[in-house]
Nanobody, 124 residues
Framework: QVQLVESGGGLVQAGGSLRLSCAGSGFSLDYYTIGWFRQAPGKEREGIALINSGDGSSYYIDSVRGRFTISRDNAKNTVYLQMNSLKSSDTAVYYC?????????????????WGPGTQVTVSS
């Protein structure tokens, strides 16, 4: 059974850090581009970072670049999102998603598998 599960969300003060994990089961994440998305109340789902399969190159949207870092541990079949200098505007449900045969895109429809999400709340 193919499954993605996020963990590591929670409540943190502004300026703090969290590390989100995206664990895969039933398939190998290293063959997939993994994206992190978030959705705040009343807003559309937004792609914020991705790590490509193969060379492991990454991409970030402007609002998180320099604060967030995406990485993968193929031995653990897990992708991480290290989030530093968190702001109240980062409050959202965070999702990871896996896309096969895609590269460099954060269009949600391009991704094949999704996790259920984990809540991140940043208090100001």
């Amino acid at each position: 059974q193919v499954q993605l599960v996020e963990s590591g969300g929670g409540l943190v003060q502004a300026g703090g850090s969290l590390r989100l994990s995206c664990a895969g089961s039933g398939f190998s994440l290293d063959y997939y581009t993994i994206g992190w998305f978030r959705q705040a109340p009343g807003k559309e789902r937004e792609g914020i970072a991705l790590i490509n399969s193969g060379d492991g190159s990454s991409y970030y949207i402007d609002s998180v670049r320099g604060r967030f870092t995406i990485s993968r541990d193929n031995a653990k079949n897990t992708v991480y999102l290290q989030m530093n200098s968190l702001k109240s505007s980062d409050t959202a449900v965070y999702y990871c998603a896996a896309g096969f045969a895609i590269r460099g895109t954060l269009v949600p429809a391009q991704y094949d598998y999704w996790g259920p999400g984990t809540q991140v709340t940043v208090s100001s």
